[in-house]
Protein backbone atom coordinates (compact mmCIF):
# COMPACT_ATOMS: atom_id res chain seq x y z
CA UNK A 1 0.00 0.00 0.00
CA UNK A 2 2.97 2.45 0.45
CA UNK A 3 3.55 2.55 -2.76
CA UNK A 4 0.78 4.69 -3.88
CA UNK A 5 1.53 7.42 -1.34
CA UNK A 6 4.40 9.61 -3.71
CA UNK A 7 0.79 9.91 -6.11
CA UNK A 8 -1.22 11.25 -3.46
CA UNK A 9 0.26 13.79 -1.62
CA UNK A 10 -0.36 16.83 -3.95
CA UNK A 11 -3.03 15.56 -5.51
CA UNK A 12 -4.91 14.83 -2.61
CA UNK A 13 -4.23 17.87 -0.50
CA UNK A 14 -5.05 20.04 -3.79
CA UNK A 15 -8.42 17.68 -4.60
CA UNK A 16 -9.26 18.45 -1.01
CA UNK A 17 -8.83 22.12 -1.12
CA UNK A 18 -10.76 21.84 -4.78
CA UNK A 19 -13.47 20.24 -2.60
CA UNK A 20 -13.43 22.60 0.23
CA UNK A 21 -13.60 25.57 -2.53
CA UNK A 22 -16.69 23.57 -4.35
CA UNK A 23 -18.61 24.08 -0.78
CA UNK A 24 -17.72 27.54 -0.07
CA UNK A 25 -18.94 28.55 -3.48
CA UNK A 26 -16.25 30.42 -4.60
CA UNK A 27 -12.76 29.64 -6.53
CA UNK A 28 -14.32 26.53 -7.78
CA UNK A 29 -12.53 24.76 -10.47
CA UNK A 30 -14.68 24.96 -13.54
CA UNK A 31 -15.07 21.66 -15.65
CA UNK A 32 -16.92 22.34 -18.66
CA UNK A 33 -16.92 19.48 -19.99
CA UNK A 34 -17.71 17.16 -17.22
CA UNK A 35 -15.07 14.87 -17.68
CA UNK A 36 -13.42 15.52 -14.44
CA UNK A 37 -10.38 17.34 -15.29
CA UNK A 38 -10.38 21.07 -14.70
CA UNK A 39 -10.39 24.16 -17.85
CA UNK A 40 -7.34 25.51 -16.44
CA UNK A 41 -5.45 22.11 -16.34
CA UNK A 42 -6.85 20.77 -19.70
CA UNK A 43 -6.03 24.01 -21.20
CA UNK A 44 -2.67 23.78 -19.89
CA UNK A 45 -1.54 20.29 -20.70
CA UNK A 46 -3.33 19.99 -24.65
CA UNK A 47 -6.72 18.57 -24.15
CA UNK A 48 -10.09 20.04 -25.08
CA UNK A 49 -11.62 21.72 -22.14
CA UNK A 50 -15.10 21.20 -23.75
CA UNK A 51 -15.04 17.77 -25.33
CA UNK A 52 -14.79 14.95 -22.53
CA UNK A 53 -12.92 12.53 -24.74
CA UNK A 54 -10.34 14.52 -26.90
CA UNK A 55 -8.54 11.90 -28.53
CA UNK A 56 -12.10 10.25 -29.23
CA UNK A 57 -11.20 6.77 -28.15
CA UNK A 58 -14.32 6.39 -26.13
CA UNK A 59 -12.37 6.84 -22.29
CA UNK A 60 -12.72 10.41 -20.97
CA UNK A 61 -10.21 12.90 -20.50
CA UNK A 62 -10.43 12.46 -16.34
CA UNK A 63 -10.69 8.24 -16.87
CA UNK A 64 -7.02 8.54 -19.11
CA UNK A 65 -5.31 10.74 -17.06
CA UNK A 66 -6.01 9.09 -13.54
CA UNK A 67 -5.63 6.04 -15.70
CA UNK A 68 -2.10 6.83 -16.96
CA UNK A 69 -2.99 6.65 -20.49
CA UNK A 70 -2.50 9.63 -22.56
CA UNK A 71 -5.56 11.68 -23.28
CA UNK A 72 -4.61 12.85 -26.58
CA UNK A 73 -3.21 9.84 -28.14
CA UNK A 74 -6.76 7.76 -29.70
CA UNK A 75 -4.36 4.38 -30.25
CA UNK A 76 -3.49 4.42 -26.30
CA UNK A 77 -6.28 4.27 -23.08
CA UNK A 78 -6.72 2.44 -20.11
CA UNK A 79 -6.50 -0.87 -20.29
CA UNK A 80 -10.16 -3.19 -21.12
CA UNK A 81 -8.85 -6.13 -18.72
CA UNK A 82 -8.23 -3.46 -15.87
CA UNK A 83 -4.67 -4.70 -14.75
CA UNK A 84 -3.43 -0.90 -13.51
CA UNK A 85 -0.85 1.02 -15.44
CA UNK A 86 1.82 2.99 -14.00
CA UNK A 87 3.87 5.68 -15.03
CA UNK A 88 7.59 5.02 -15.97
CA UNK A 89 10.42 7.79 -15.18
CA UNK A 90 11.07 9.61 -18.30
CA UNK A 91 15.08 8.41 -18.01
CA UNK A 92 14.17 5.10 -18.37
CA UNK A 93 14.70 5.48 -21.58
CA UNK A 94 18.06 6.82 -21.13
CA UNK A 95 19.39 3.28 -19.24
CA UNK A 96 20.93 0.47 -21.33
CA UNK A 97 18.24 -1.76 -22.35
CA UNK A 98 19.02 -5.44 -22.97
CA UNK A 99 17.88 -9.32 -22.67
CA UNK A 100 21.13 -9.68 -19.84
CA UNK A 101 20.21 -9.85 -15.94
CA UNK A 102 21.13 -6.59 -14.44
CA UNK A 103 19.71 -4.59 -17.32
CA UNK A 104 16.71 -2.67 -18.00
CA UNK A 105 14.01 -5.13 -19.95
CA UNK A 106 13.47 -3.84 -23.56
CA UNK A 107 10.20 -2.19 -24.26
CA UNK A 108 7.64 -3.48 -25.97
CA UNK A 109 3.94 -3.47 -27.30
CA UNK A 110 1.64 -6.53 -27.80
CA UNK A 111 -1.47 -7.22 -28.00
CA UNK A 112 -3.95 -9.03 -25.27
CA UNK A 113 -6.90 -10.96 -25.58
CA UNK A 114 -9.15 -7.65 -25.19
CA UNK A 115 -7.65 -6.23 -28.28
CA UNK A 116 -5.51 -3.58 -26.63
CA UNK A 117 -2.12 -2.83 -27.33
CA UNK A 118 0.07 -3.41 -23.63
CA UNK A 119 2.90 -2.00 -23.17
CA UNK A 120 5.67 -3.71 -21.12
CA UNK A 121 7.35 0.04 -19.53
CA UNK A 122 2.85 0.49 -18.37
CA UNK A 123 3.78 -1.94 -15.28
CA UNK A 124 6.73 0.21 -13.80
CA UNK A 125 6.86 -0.33 -10.41
CA UNK A 126 5.14 -3.83 -9.80
CA UNK A 127 7.87 -7.22 -10.17
CA UNK A 128 6.35 -8.85 -13.61
CA UNK A 129 7.07 -12.38 -14.39
CA UNK A 130 7.37 -12.64 -18.21
CA UNK A 131 6.13 -16.39 -19.32
CA UNK A 132 7.31 -18.13 -22.81
CA UNK A 133 4.63 -20.19 -24.12
CA UNK A 134 2.51 -20.98 -27.09
CA UNK A 135 -0.94 -22.19 -27.09
CA UNK A 136 0.11 -25.82 -28.64
CA UNK A 137 2.02 -26.34 -25.89
CA UNK A 138 0.93 -29.05 -23.07
CA UNK A 139 3.35 -28.19 -20.50
CA UNK A 140 2.95 -24.51 -20.98
CA UNK A 141 -0.90 -25.16 -20.58
CA UNK A 142 -0.14 -27.36 -17.49
CA UNK A 143 1.98 -24.81 -15.83
CA UNK A 144 -0.60 -21.83 -16.36
CA UNK A 145 -3.07 -23.70 -14.06
CA UNK A 146 -1.22 -22.10 -10.96
CA UNK A 147 -1.04 -18.77 -12.56
CA UNK A 148 -4.22 -17.26 -11.57
CA UNK A 149 -4.02 -18.27 -8.29
CA UNK A 150 -0.30 -17.38 -8.27
CA UNK A 151 -1.10 -13.62 -9.45
CA UNK A 152 -4.18 -13.51 -7.06
CA UNK A 153 -2.06 -13.63 -4.12
CA UNK A 154 -0.39 -10.93 -4.93
CA UNK A 155 -1.33 -8.08 -7.38
CA UNK A 156 -2.19 -6.14 -5.23
CA UNK A 157 0.79 -5.79 -3.51
CA UNK A 158 2.58 -5.12 -7.22
CA UNK A 159 2.98 -8.19 -9.44
CA UNK A 160 1.87 -8.56 -12.72
CA UNK A 161 2.27 -11.50 -14.71
CA UNK A 162 2.84 -11.39 -18.46
CA UNK A 163 1.97 -14.58 -20.86
CA UNK A 164 3.42 -14.36 -24.38
CA UNK A 165 1.70 -16.49 -27.05
CA UNK A 166 4.54 -17.13 -29.29
CA UNK A 167 2.17 -19.63 -31.66
CA UNK A 168 -1.06 -20.39 -31.18
CA UNK A 169 -2.49 -24.54 -31.71
CA UNK A 170 -0.96 -24.59 -35.06
CA UNK A 171 3.10 -24.68 -34.46
CA UNK A 172 4.80 -22.22 -37.04
CA UNK A 173 1.32 -19.85 -36.97
CA UNK A 174 0.79 -16.82 -34.52
CA UNK A 175 -1.52 -17.09 -32.06
CA UNK A 176 -5.09 -15.83 -33.50
CA UNK A 177 -7.11 -13.33 -31.58
CA UNK A 178 -9.33 -15.71 -30.62
CA UNK A 179 -7.13 -18.16 -29.24
CA UNK A 180 -5.99 -15.75 -26.93
CA UNK A 181 -9.61 -14.70 -26.06
CA UNK A 182 -9.78 -18.84 -25.40
CA UNK A 183 -6.27 -19.50 -23.35
CA UNK A 184 -7.26 -16.03 -21.19
CA UNK A 185 -10.82 -18.15 -20.66
CA UNK A 186 -9.56 -21.09 -20.10
CA UNK A 187 -7.13 -20.46 -17.37
CA UNK A 188 -9.25 -17.57 -15.88
CA UNK A 189 -6.27 -15.30 -16.56
CA UNK A 190 -7.20 -11.69 -15.37
CA UNK A 191 -3.69 -10.72 -15.70
CA UNK A 192 -2.17 -10.17 -19.80
CA UNK A 193 -2.71 -12.73 -22.46
CA UNK A 194 -0.47 -11.29 -25.47
CA UNK A 195 -0.10 -12.24 -28.83
CA UNK A 196 4.25 -12.34 -29.58
CA UNK A 197 4.12 -13.17 -33.23
CA UNK A 198 6.96 -15.09 -34.85
CA UNK A 199 8.62 -14.71 -31.30
CA UNK A 200 9.75 -11.64 -31.47
CA UNK A 201 9.69 -10.51 -28.07
CA UNK A 202 10.49 -13.64 -26.73
CA UNK A 203 13.12 -14.81 -28.59
CA UNK A 204 15.08 -12.04 -26.04
CA UNK A 205 14.01 -13.90 -23.32
CA UNK A 206 14.02 -17.48 -24.11
CA UNK A 207 17.77 -18.52 -24.42
CA UNK A 208 17.81 -22.59 -25.00
CA UNK A 209 14.77 -23.01 -27.39
CA UNK A 210 12.56 -24.63 -24.73
CA UNK A 211 9.12 -23.57 -23.51
CA UNK A 212 7.60 -23.12 -21.22
CA UNK A 213 9.87 -20.87 -19.16
CA UNK A 214 10.07 -17.58 -17.56
CA UNK A 215 11.75 -14.33 -16.65
CA UNK A 216 11.41 -11.62 -13.60
CA UNK A 217 12.15 -8.06 -13.84
CA UNK A 218 12.20 -6.30 -10.50
CA UNK A 219 10.37 -3.06 -10.29
CA UNK A 220 12.93 -0.97 -11.24
CA UNK A 221 12.47 -2.65 -15.03
CA UNK A 222 15.53 -4.20 -14.67
CA UNK A 223 16.09 -8.25 -15.85
CA UNK A 224 16.31 -10.25 -12.24
CA UNK A 225 16.28 -13.33 -13.89
CA UNK A 226 16.01 -14.68 -17.60
CA UNK A 227 14.95 -17.95 -18.95
CA UNK A 228 14.23 -19.91 -15.35
CA UNK A 229 11.44 -21.25 -13.53
CA UNK A 230 8.65 -19.06 -11.71
CA UNK A 231 10.55 -18.76 -8.65
CA UNK A 232 7.87 -17.28 -6.47
CA UNK A 233 10.78 -17.28 -3.46
CA UNK A 234 12.74 -14.30 -5.45
CA UNK A 235 9.20 -12.76 -6.64
CA UNK A 236 8.19 -12.52 -3.06
CA UNK A 237 11.56 -11.24 -2.13
CA UNK A 238 11.55 -8.64 -4.62
CA UNK A 239 8.12 -7.21 -4.25
CA UNK A 240 9.20 -6.32 -0.08
CA UNK A 241 11.29 -3.93 -1.89
CA UNK A 242 10.12 -0.18 -1.83
CA UNK A 243 7.80 1.09 -4.81
CA UNK A 244 10.03 3.52 -6.65
CA UNK A 245 9.76 6.37 -6.55
CA UNK A 246 8.05 8.29 -10.44
CA UNK A 247 7.52 11.86 -11.03
CA UNK A 248 4.53 12.66 -12.97
CA UNK A 249 1.90 14.72 -13.84
CA UNK A 250 -1.44 14.72 -12.11
CA UNK A 251 -4.16 17.31 -12.37
CA UNK A 252 -3.92 19.14 -8.88
CA UNK A 253 -7.28 20.90 -8.87
CA UNK A 254 -9.39 17.75 -10.35
CA UNK A 255 -13.04 17.56 -10.43
CA UNK A 256 -14.11 14.00 -9.61
CA UNK A 257 -17.12 13.42 -11.60
CA UNK A 258 -19.25 10.50 -12.93
CA UNK A 259 -17.78 9.74 -15.76
CA UNK A 260 -20.86 7.29 -16.95
CA UNK A 261 -23.00 10.52 -17.39
CA UNK A 262 -20.84 12.22 -20.00
CA UNK A 263 -21.33 11.57 -23.13
CA UNK A 264 -18.21 10.65 -26.03
CA UNK A 265 -18.00 11.53 -29.19
CA UNK A 266 -15.49 8.84 -31.66
CA UNK A 267 -15.79 10.76 -34.54
CA UNK A 268 -13.65 13.79 -33.42
CA UNK A 269 -10.29 14.18 -34.26
CA UNK A 270 -7.14 13.80 -31.73
CA UNK A 271 -6.02 17.18 -30.45
CA UNK A 272 -2.17 17.51 -31.48
CA UNK A 273 0.01 18.12 -27.92
CA UNK A 274 0.06 14.61 -25.56
CA UNK A 275 1.13 15.65 -21.88
CA UNK A 276 2.67 12.98 -20.85
CA UNK A 277 5.41 11.14 -22.79
CA UNK A 278 6.96 7.85 -23.58
CA UNK A 279 3.06 6.39 -22.72
CA UNK A 280 1.45 5.50 -27.04
CA UNK A 281 1.29 2.70 -28.81
CA UNK A 282 2.37 2.67 -32.45
CA UNK A 283 -0.28 0.30 -33.57
CA UNK A 284 -3.74 1.78 -34.09
CA UNK A 285 -6.48 -0.53 -33.09
CA UNK A 286 -10.31 -0.69 -32.99
CA UNK A 287 -11.31 0.54 -29.37
CA UNK A 288 -14.53 0.50 -28.17
CA UNK A 289 -16.36 2.31 -24.63
CA UNK A 290 -16.29 0.29 -21.96
CA UNK A 291 -17.11 1.23 -18.22
CA UNK A 292 -13.73 2.32 -16.37
CA UNK A 293 -11.43 -0.21 -14.11
CA UNK A 294 -11.09 2.73 -12.25
CA UNK A 295 -13.75 3.09 -9.24
CA UNK A 296 -14.16 6.07 -6.88
CA UNK A 297 -16.88 8.34 -5.42
CA UNK A 298 -17.23 11.97 -6.72
CA UNK A 299 -15.12 14.55 -4.89
CA UNK A 300 -17.57 16.97 -5.39
CA UNK A 301 -20.73 14.80 -4.52
CA UNK A 302 -18.89 13.80 -1.48
CA UNK A 303 -18.31 17.53 -0.37
CA UNK A 304 -22.05 19.01 -1.27
CA UNK A 305 -24.00 15.80 0.10
CA UNK A 306 -22.40 12.92 1.77
CA UNK A 307 -20.66 14.95 4.25
CA UNK A 308 -17.54 14.47 5.82
CA UNK A 309 -17.89 10.65 5.20
CA UNK A 310 -18.38 10.54 1.99
CA UNK A 311 -15.65 12.85 1.27
CA UNK A 312 -13.48 10.25 2.49
CA UNK A 313 -14.13 7.72 0.65
CA UNK A 314 -13.86 10.02 -2.01
CA UNK A 315 -10.27 10.56 -0.97
CA UNK A 316 -10.12 6.57 -0.97
CA UNK A 317 -11.73 6.13 -4.06
CA UNK A 318 -9.13 8.78 -5.45
CA UNK A 319 -6.30 6.84 -3.76
CA UNK A 320 -7.50 3.36 -5.49
CA UNK A 321 -7.38 5.09 -8.62
CA UNK A 322 -3.80 6.29 -8.29
CA UNK A 323 -2.78 2.93 -7.27
CA1 LIG B 1 -12.81 19.02 -18.21
CA1 LIG C 1 -11.75 17.39 -21.84
CA1 LIG D 1 -9.97 9.59 -24.75
CA1 LIG E 1 -6.28 8.00 -25.39
Request: contains cysteine; charged residues 25%.
Amino acid sequence: MMRSIHYLVIPLALGLAACAADGAGNGEPVDSDGDGLSDSWEEDNGLDAELADSDGDGFTDGEEVFGYADAADPTDHPYTGGYERHPWPADLENEEAGYQVGLVAPNFQLQDSHGDMVSLWSFYGDVILVKNSAYWCGPCRGSEEEAQARYDARHQDGFIQLTLLGEGWTNGVAATDQELIDWAEEFGSAYPVLKDEGWGVSNGYEQDGGIPTYSIIGRDMRIQTLDQGADTGLIDQLMTEPFPEVEWDMPGEEIESDDSDVEVDDTVAPVGVTPFGGTGNSDAFESTTVPTPYGGASCSTAAGSAGLAGLLFGLLGLAIRRR
